[in-house]
């Protein structure tokens, strides 16, 4: 602020020192003054806007009567069609702006300063923020969104586990897993990937429609099934069990909360609850972790299949910049009228196993 500060000072101490003398004595020499002096030339800050419009999040409506602030510019109160405009002379640049209301869960974000259209979307208040951190901000570092920034591919491990000398004595996966001698039938493999397929939109929101690509690995009896931890892929694998449906996941992320692995182990099941299943553990690969203040698919013990509350959450997730925190501020460095910012994909964070 020191530095924009001076600026605006430097500005105004350039135009008083242009004003001409207005007494009658007073005479304009054009002659004597340095016309081409950036003194002379010199104008205040042109007065500019910023426009945007207030929507639900989760149906893209209008959403009138928000009080929208931008630090340093303004203040405006959205109309009925959700649209706002402010007009200032703030230096250009990046300002945090808060949207607030009754109807909605306040949201603090970041707005380029002059810029595009800001877009700001606003979760409702009628929406369980309680349920909503547990789904979406508590696997890994509590109280942070983690998710893809972009739809990841699926590698599908050809080799049944060893469950021996794959799992501990609690029956937890260990953080090294080793394949057997068994192969997955095709039917299992296909069964397997069409579960995967189907939850993926259901589990993003419609984000992540599809995976970037789908492709096998077969890893030799006895061998550690290769998990790389800046793959940008979901590893699958089975593991032989006594029918009851389970699995586990775990995850891995940037020190800028972008998933880019997920590993997922499933057990061997039929049954109503074995898509449901399925459909659990990918949402551990995509940042999700456990619910139990809402009927959800996440709840640690699977009893049923993908909930309303589900869609709207991961619709919620994967519209937030990955870094958002409760009850819904962005990062700094995100801007809702700029394309998102380039991930420097530093460190690896893993989290998991979990069921």
């Not at 340093?72 to 402010?86: I, K, L, N, R």
């Not at 449906?245 to 972008?258: D, H, L, N, P």
């Amino acid at each position: 602020m020191r530095c924009s500060f001076l600026l605006v000072l430097l500005v105004c101490t350039a135009a008083a020192c242009s004003r001409y003398p207005t007494a009658p004595s007073a005479a304009f020499d054009a002659a004597a003054m340095d016309v081409t002096s950036p003194l002379a030339n010199e104008s205040p800050l042109a007065l500019r806007s910023v426009t945007g419009r207030t929507t639900n999040v989760l149906t893209g409506a209008a959403i009138g009567g928000v009080t929208v602030r931008i630090a340093d510019v303004g203040s405006a109160v959205a109309d009925a069609t959700g649209g706002f405009t402010m007009e200032s002379e703030a230096l250009d640049g990046r300002y945090r702006i808060t949207a607030s209301g009754a109807a909605v869960i306040e949201r603090q974000t970041s707005v380029a300063f002059p810029g595009d259209t800001a877009r700001v979307s606003l979760i409702p208040a009628t929406f369980s923020l309680a349920a909503l951190d547990q789904m979406v901000r508590s696997f890994g570092e509590v109280g942070v969104l983690k998710r893809w920034t972009q739809a990841p591919a699926l590698i599908v491990e050809t080799s049944m586990l060893n469950r021996d000398a794959s799992f501990d004595a609690s029956g937890t996966p260990l953080d090294a897993v080793v394949a057997s001698a068994e192969p997955m039938t095709e039917a299992a493999i296909n069964e397997l990937v069409g579960q995967l397929t189907r939850a993926l939109p259901l589990m993003s929101g419609g984000q992540l429609t599809a995976f970037s690509g789908i492709s096998r690995q077969t890893t030799a009896a006895g061998e550690t099934v290769p998990f790389d931890t800046g793959s940008n892929a979901v590893v699958v694998a089975r593991y032989p069990g006594t029918g009851v449906c389970r699995g586990f996941a775990s995850i891995a992320y940037t020190e800028e909360y972008a998933v880019v692995a997920a590993r997922v182990l499933v057990q061997t099941c039929t049954g109503t609850l074995a898509a449901p299943v399925v459909a659990h553990e990918l949402g551990h690969a995509l940042g999700y972790g456990h619910v139990t203040s809402a009927a959800s698919v996440m709840t640690a013990t699977v009893t049923g299949d993908v909930t309303e509350f589900d869609r709207q959450a991961a619709t919620i997730a994967y519209l937030r910049p990955p870094g958002n925190r409760t009850p819904d501020v962005d990062p700094e460095a995100f801007t809702v009228n700029q394309p998102a910012p380039a991930r420097r994909g530093a460190g690896r964070i893993i989290a998991g196993p979990i069921e």
